[in-house]
């Protein structure tokens, strides 16, 4: 709240509420919103008073600096409520009993979990009732929460005077707000030292975004964490694309420590690891054959070759949810009832809506991929590659005898076969050793491209979903049967370029659409059908890691 001269008092905050109120409509005084070297940067106007709001914070901790300056007009005083509460990105907090809050002189200790502090704190106590989320509510979940009323911070300010408040969790007290700012700045700077233009200098500090401590990677913003395959498929464009190929060596790693029965876990975000995918570990051969070919070091692949032969032989003999070679052909095939062990993994009540038991032709091309990476590091590390090369000759040429389909373009699984038109067949010509890498992408895919990626099925299939909206059931059904993936666009890219086809223009939708949705970012999905909105996570690591990746190759 501003207190104007005059004695005026102006609400700046916006809030909606479950009565359908908008109160207060401090939204009506914004001149402009934008984003500054990566920061958010809020500006109001009233009268002669300007006043101005930046917050970032510091990198890979928790950690957050907001800075009111008074630009002009004044002297005025500005009063900041603290609505707080404390819960999952999935929950919400309801005014059952007073949050647990500790005063402290210049601020607030909120559940015994995280601190606010800043100038003239005075302490409250009330629950605000009825917030509502129209977003929420867009998806179908529960759409309304309390605020807990904390108290406020309260300053006044002149022309070029700032107000600085922080929020952190842990013990040790943050530096001022303002040089947090200043430090992101910083770093927003170094990250973009070097960009071909303006669209990779976003996309680096996009990018920035999903690398954290460990070093690791977050999916989504605001609601996935880590998982393993949106890692490793997002490792070249994160680390290599962006000059941070030291973290991404020391990223291949640690996850190579972490493999059981020769699988990947697939996330830790739910509380506990789950190893229920077949293509993660894939994707990380994948990784490390792209982290020797781009940086030249070559000795990182034979230094974790051990743990490499011991997953493919846990694939050899048979892992975990029916992974393993098929000893008449020597494809991969996976799958149990009630599993999506697939990229395309949404189940609805324990069902997977696109199930894929059998040979997904993706993970085969992975497989045929991941056979070429081993058998060249063994001839690296002087050991044997012809046993691996005889399994690679046997897979490739039974994937070339078994995929193609009716029509042109390939069957997605077979045993049992599925005709579907889907973009999983990229990945057979895209992958550097794919097994039809360089062969010219099939007409029939066509119907899959968009200006914001490619559809996850074609408009004509009977099965075909084409808004990914509603509640999580209806989303679910949309999600991998119509719904549009930005990151497909990589694969696109790379096979079309590795038949000579053309692909300039190819990112033209998706480099317009860092201006929308997740403003200065790529989004998990759109809908298929026109005109495409944006949908699901605003922030999405796989979307902007691939337009980052392949941008260096000219489309």
Not at 146 to 161: E, K, N, R, S, T
Not at 480 to 495: E, N, R, S
Not at 537 to 548: G, T
């Given at each position: 709240m501003l207190e104007l001269p005059s004695g005026a008092r102006v609400q700046l905050g916006t809030h909606e509420w479950t009565t359908g109120a908008v109160a207060p409509?401090?939204?009506?005084?914004?001149?402009?919103?934008?984003?500054?070297?990566?920061?958010?940067r809020w500006r109001w106007r009233v009268g002669d008073v300007v006043l101005e709001r930046e917050l970032a914070m510091l990198p890979g901790q928790c950690v957050l600096g907001v800075v009111h300056r008074l630009l002009a007009g004044g002297p005025v005083r500005l009063r900041l409520e603290a609505l707080c509460t404390w819960r999952d990105a999935h929950g919400e907090r309801f005014g059952d009993g007073p949050l647990a809050t500790g005063h402290t002189t210049d601020g607030v200790e909120v559940e015994g979990r995280y601190r606010?502090?800043?100038?003239?704190?005075?302490?409250?106590?009330?629950?605000?009732?009825?917030?509502y989320l129209r977003e929420e509510a867009a998806r179908g979940l529960n759409a309304i929460e309390d605020l807990w009323y904390a108290g406020q911070f309260v300053a006044d300010l002149a022309p070029g005077d700032t107000m600085q408040v922080t929020a952190w969790t842990g013990g040790t007290a943050p530096p001022p707000a303002t040089e947090i700012v200043a430090r992101a700045r910083k770093r927003a700077a170094e990250r973009t030292a070097g960009a071909a233009d303006e669209i990779d200098a976003q996309l680096r500090l996009a990018a920035d975004a999903f690398i954290v401590e460990g070093p690791d990677v977050v999916a989504g913003y605001?609601?996935?964490?880590?998982?393993?395959?949106?890692?490793?498929?997002?490792?070249?464009?994160?680390?290599?694309?962006?000059?941070?190929a030291t973290e991404g060596r020391e990223l291949l790693r640690r996850y190579a420590s972490t493999l059981h029965d020769g699988l990947l876990a697939n996330t830790a975000d739910t509380g506990t690891l789950e190893y229920n995918t077949v293509d993660?570990?894939?994707?990380?051969?994948?990784?490390?054959?792209?982290?020797?070919?781009?940086?030249?070091?070559?000795?990182?692949?034979?230094?974790?070759?051990?743990?490499?032969?011991?997953?493919?032989?846990?694939?050899?003999?048979?892992?975990a949810y029916g992974i393993r070679a098929d000893s008449t052909d020597s494809l991969l095939s996976q799958g149990l009832p009630g599993y999506a062990l697939t990229w395309m993994d949404a189940r609805i009540n324990g069902a997977p809506v696109t199930p894929r038991i059998g040979k997904p032709v993706e993970v085969n091309a992975l497989w045929i991929n991941a056979l070429s990476v081993l058998a060249g590091l063994r001839s690296r590390a002087g050991t044997d590659p012809e046993p691996v090369r005889a399994r690679l000759a046997a897979a490739t040429a039974a994937f070339r005898r078994r995929y193609p389909g009716p029509g042109g373009g390939l069957l997605d699984v077979v045993d049992p076969e599925a005709p579907q038109t889907r973009p999983n067949q990229l990945l057979a010509y895209s992958l550097p050793a794919g097994p039809l890498h360089g062969q010219p992408v099939p007409p029939v895919l066509d119907r899959l491209l968009t200006p914001l990626g490619l559809r996850t099925l074609a408009p004509d299939d009977p099965g075909y979903r084409g808004r990914h909206r509603g509640d999580p059931t209806g989303r679910d059904e949309a999600y991998h049967q119509g719904t549009v993936w930005p990151w497909l666009i990589g694969?696109?890219?790379?096979?079309?370029?590795?038949?000579?086809?053309?692909?300039?223009?190819?990112?033209?939708?998706?480099?317009?659409?860092?201006?929308?949705?997740?403003?200065?970012?790529?989004?998990?999905?759109?809908?298929?059908?026109?005109?495409?909105?944006?949908?699901?996570?605003?922030?999405?690591?796989?979307?902007?890691?691939?337009?980052?990746?392949?941008?260096?190759?000219?489309?």
């Amino acid at each position: 709240m501003l207190e104007l001269p005059s004695g005026a008092r102006v609400q700046l905050g916006t809030h909606e509420w479950t009565t359908g109120a908008v109160a207060p409509t401090g939204h009506v005084y914004i001149e402009r919103f934008d984003l500054t070297d990566g920061l958010p940067r809020w500006r109001w106007r009233v009268g002669d008073v300007v006043l101005e709001r930046e917050l970032a914070m510091l990198p890979g901790q928790c950690v957050l600096g907001v800075v009111h300056r008074l630009l002009a007009g004044g002297p005025v005083r500005l009063r900041l409520e603290a609505l707080c509460t404390w819960r999952d990105a999935h929950g919400e907090r309801f005014g059952d009993g007073p949050l647990a809050t500790g005063h402290t002189t210049d601020g607030v200790e909120v559940e015994g979990r995280y601190r606010l502090a800043g100038p003239g704190w005075q302490p409250g106590g009330a629950w605000y009732r009825g917030a509502y989320l129209r977003e929420e509510a867009a998806r179908g979940l529960n759409a309304i929460e309390d605020l807990w009323y904390a108290g406020q911070f309260v300053a006044d300010l002149a022309p070029g005077d700032t107000m600085q408040v922080t929020a952190w969790t842990g013990g040790t007290a943050p530096p001022p707000a303002t040089e947090i700012v200043a430090r992101a700045r910083k770093r927003a700077a170094e990250r973009t030292a070097g960009a071909a233009d303006e669209i990779d200098a976003q996309l680096r500090l996009a990018a920035d975004a999903f690398i954290v401590e460990g070093p690791d990677v977050v999916a989504g913003y605001p609601w996935f964490g880590a998982w393993s395959r949106d890692t490793m498929l997002s490792f070249e464009g994160l680390f290599l694309a962006t000059g941070r190929a030291t973290e991404g060596r020391e990223l291949l790693r640690r996850y190579a420590s972490t493999l059981h029965d020769g699988l990947l876990a697939n996330t830790a975000d739910t509380g506990t690891l789950e190893y229920n995918t077949v293509d993660a570990t894939l994707w990380f051969v994948h990784a490390i054959d792209r982290y020797g070919t781009v940086t030249g070091d070559l000795d990182l692949g034979v230094e974790l070759l051990p743990t490499l032969e011991t997953s493919y032989e846990a694939h050899i003999r048979g892992t975990a949810y029916g992974i393993r070679a098929d000893s008449t052909d020597s494809l991969l095939s996976q799958g149990l009832p009630g599993y999506a062990l697939t990229w395309m993994d949404a189940r609805i009540n324990g069902a997977p809506v696109t199930p894929r038991i059998g040979k997904p032709v993706e993970v085969n091309a992975l497989w045929i991929n991941a056979l070429s990476v081993l058998a060249g590091l063994r001839s690296r590390a002087g050991t044997d590659p012809e046993p691996v090369r005889a399994r690679l000759a046997a897979a490739t040429a039974a994937f070339r005898r078994r995929y193609p389909g009716p029509g042109g373009g390939l069957l997605d699984v077979v045993d049992p076969e599925a005709p579907q038109t889907r973009p999983n067949q990229l990945l057979a010509y895209s992958l550097p050793a794919g097994p039809l890498h360089g062969q010219p992408v099939p007409p029939v895919l066509d119907r899959l491209l968009t200006p914001l990626g490619l559809r996850t099925l074609a408009p004509d299939d009977p099965g075909y979903r084409g808004r990914h909206r509603g509640d999580p059931t209806g989303r679910d059904e949309a999600y991998h049967q119509g719904t549009v993936w930005p990151w497909l666009i990589g694969p696109y890219v790379d096979a079309q370029q590795a038949a000579g086809q053309p692909a300039e223009g190819l990112l033209t939708g998706l480099t317009a659409h860092l201006r929308e949705y997740g403003l200065g970012s790529v989004s998990e999905t759109a809908d298929g059908d026109p005109p495409h909105q944006a949908t699901g996570c605003p922030f999405q690591a796989w979307s902007v890691a691939e337009i980052l990746r392949v941008r260096r190759s000219g489309a």
